[in-house]
């Protein structure tokens, strides 16, 4: 079965971002307190569930056929296959220690007819940044958007030319099996930024803030939303997985390359 984002799903990721952001924002300058999931770093706060319950009642009431992946917690298996996943709070550290650079995002992706899938077909993306008045935009048959404005598309780059966006926590820095083809990569580079939210890296590098992007181990919701905008821009992504671990890739197809060849090689 073939299926497509429609304008009026764009319209609605677009409207349902900008809600869940606005909504967590409120919630931030009212006080909030956070709860560690795996370190001190990885947290959850009672934003990210008031923002999530809201995206997932209004999409079940609007788009009830489809189905729902949510970051904490949220499941609905669809019948129409296509699934929304949401990352209510992307960059909660950030959103809690009062940076601006954290956002809501959400992607619309068709299921897989393999389960296993590497990298599922995504066919929208949106992700908003609040205190940034950002909202992206892209997918199939959309061109990546800020604000409304078409982004200009990619131009080609080596690696050696750009700022690449990246992330690893530092526990992984004591495994060489991660930490040897991160460093491999970051090598590359002209310059690295560790700025804590892959959805708003994905879109700088849509919009050309970012040169490139590398992160091991992204789940969904911190990689589809911005997947779909970056190849709406007319740049590349790729998945690879080294020594057992999957790295998610994005930028000029030049600097893909050259990232996936340091990974494999390291």
Request: net charge negative; aromatic share 6%.
């Amino acid at each position: 079965m073939s299926v497509c984002a429609t304008k009026d799903d764009f319209a609605l990721a677009a409207e349902l971002v900008r809600d869940a952001g606005a909504l967590a924002l409120q919630m931030r300058v009212q006080g909030l307190t956070a709860t560690a999931k795996t370190t001190v770093s990885d947290v959850v706060t009672g934003a990210d569930h008031a923002a999530e319950k809201l995206v997932v009642d209004r999409l079940r009431a609007l788009r009830p056929e489809d189905g729902i992946l949510g970051e904490e917690g949220a499941s609905h298996q669809g019948t129409s296959g296509r699934t929304w996943v949401i990352d209510p709070v992307d960059g909660t550290y950030n959103f809690l220690s009062g940076s601006t650079y954290w956002c809501s995002a959400l992607a619309l992706r068709a299921e897989p007819a393999d389960p296993q899938a590497e990298d599922p077909e995504v066919l929208l993306g949106a992700i908003y940044q609040p205190q940034e008045d950002r909202l992206w935009l892209g997918g199939p048959g959309h061109p990546a958007t800020l604000n409304g404005a078409v982004l200009a598309p990619q131009a080609d780059a080596g690696l050696d030319r750009l700022s690449a966006g990246t992330y690893l926590h530092p526990t992984w820095l004591r495994r060489d099996d991660v930490a040897g083809p991160w460093i491999s990569a970051a090598a590359g580079a002209a310059t690295l930024r560790m700025l804590g939210s892959g959805s708003c890296d994905l879109g700088s590098v849509a919009a050309g803030r970012l040169g490139a992007w590398f992160q091991h181990s992204c789940p969904e919701w911190d990689w589809l939303p911005g997947k779909a905008i970056v190849e709406a821009s007319g740049g590349t992504t790729a998945v690879l997985e080294v020594n057992g671990f999957r790295w998610h890739i994005a930028g000029p197809a030049t600097a893909v390359r050259e990232i996936r060849h340091r990974l494999a090689e390291s």
